[in-house]
Structures are given as structure tokens and as C-alpha cells.
């Protein structure tokens, strides 16, 4: 009797594992899994190809740069930014990662890092490529009285104005406190002029160059 119970015992744990592999076989000898491989499809990362873009060849250059090849050098520097292609009238280059290139209505090429304009220009013949400074001065009219105020502005902080001036019905370098904000941001920002400098990324890829 007891020898039947055993038999039987035996015969439904052989049913009910009958699927494990037996002792000594290997991995590959394994059942697949039913529920399919999860990660059959995946692919390892690839660079998106929208950061391939065409820059006019030229630029316009900053004060204590020689050339566009000098300035070329430096944003290879400042930007990590690869130069894939360097032709007479453009240039094909490979911006940062998360870096973006935005064709406006308005035809203008804008080149954006975190959201921040950094670059502008044209795809025409002739056209240059203008890296902008984070910090600069400009004069903007009042839209009632066109009267005139001068501004010094952070782009990097969304445009915020550093330091104004009252309005005038004079303008541009013929206002009265033209000169007191251009002095006060020649005085805080010397090299305000070179657009890659004061930029914390800039800043920081040309330490660890």
C-alpha cells in the first residue's frame, strides 16, 4: 500500500516539474522564456542626427580674435562643439548634447543652449554667424512716445536687466547715460565683449580642457 502511495507521489511531482532541467544540463539546454526577451529589441544609443547642423562659414569676430579659424578653435573649446565640415560659404558642425538649432519664421538660424539663444544668423550667401555675449547693452523705446531708455541685460538669467537708465527723447550713443552704463559694465564685466567668456559652460569646459 505504502509502495503505491510512493508511486503515485513520485509520478505527480514528475508532472508538475517536469519542465526544470535535469541535473547537470546547461543554460542552453534551458526552456525560452514564454513571455518572449523583454530587451530583444533594444539598441544602444545613437546621436541623434538633428544635432548635424549647417552654419554660415563665417563670423563676426569679437575683439582678440584673428579670424573665423580662431574663433572656430575657441568654440571647439568653450561649446565642445565638433566642426564636421568647414566649406567656403558653410559649415557643417555637431552641436552640444541638448543643444537645439531653430529656423524662425523669420529665416533667421538661432542656435540654443537650455533654452538661451547663443548663436545667430543667416543661410545666405555672404551671411556670417553671430555668437552673442551674455552680457550686453541695448537701447529699447518706450512703445507709446518712442522716448529712449538704455538697458544692460544678463541673457543668461532670461534677459533680466542688470542696470537702466531713465528715458529720453534722445537715443543710442546720444543719450545722456549712454556712456554711465557702458562705463559701469566695461568696470563689472571687462571682457564682456568676448562672447564665451562669463558663461558658466564655457567657463567650466575651457578649466577642464
Not at 568647414?86 to 542656435?111: E, H, N, Q, T
Not at 567668456?197 to 578649466?207: A, F
Request: aromatic letters at 8%; glycine letters at 6%.
Amino acid at each position: 500500500m505504502s509502495s503505491e502511495k510512493s508511486k503515485r507521489a513520485r509520478r505527480a511531482a514528475e508532472d508538475l516539474f517536469g519542465g526544470l532541467p535535469a541535473k547537470g544540463s546547461t543554460a542552453a539546454s534551458r526552456p525560452s522564456n514564454p513571455f518572449g526577451d523583454p530587451f530583444s529589441n533594444s539598441t544602444s544609443f545613437v546621436p541623434a542626427d538633428d544635432l548635424l547642423v549647417t552654419l554660415p562659414a563665417e563670423m563676426e569676430l569679437p575683439p582678440g580674435y584673428a579670424d573665423s579659424a580662431a574663433m572656430r578653435d575657441a568654440l571647439t573649446r568653450a561649446w565642445r562643439m565638433d566642426w564636421i565640415k568647414v566649406g567656403k560659404d558653410v559649415c557643417v558642425v555637431r552641436l552640444p548634447v541638448d543643444w537645439i538649432a531653430d529656423k524662425s519664421v523669420d529665416g533667421v538660424l538661432r542656435i540654443k543652449g537650455g533654452g538661451i539663444v547663443r548663436a545667430e544668423g543667416r543661410l545666405v550667401k555672404g551671411a556670417t554667424l553671430l555668437i552673442l555675449p551674455r552680457y550686453y547693452l541695448k537701447a529699447e523705446f518706450h512703445d507709446l512716445n518712442e522716448h529712449c531708455r538704455i538697458v544692460v541685460r544678463d541673457r543668461a538669467r532670461n534677459n533680466a536687466i542688470l542696470k537702466e537708465s531713465f528715458w529720453d527723447t534722445r537715443s543710442g550713443p546720444n543719450h545722456p547715460q549712454w556712456k554711465v552704463l557702458s562705463d559701469w559694465l566695461d568696470t563689472q564685466f571687462p571682457a564682456h565683449r568676448d562672447p564665451l567668456r562669463y558663461w558658466d559652460d564655457c567657463e567650466d569646459n575651457v578649466r577642464s580642457a
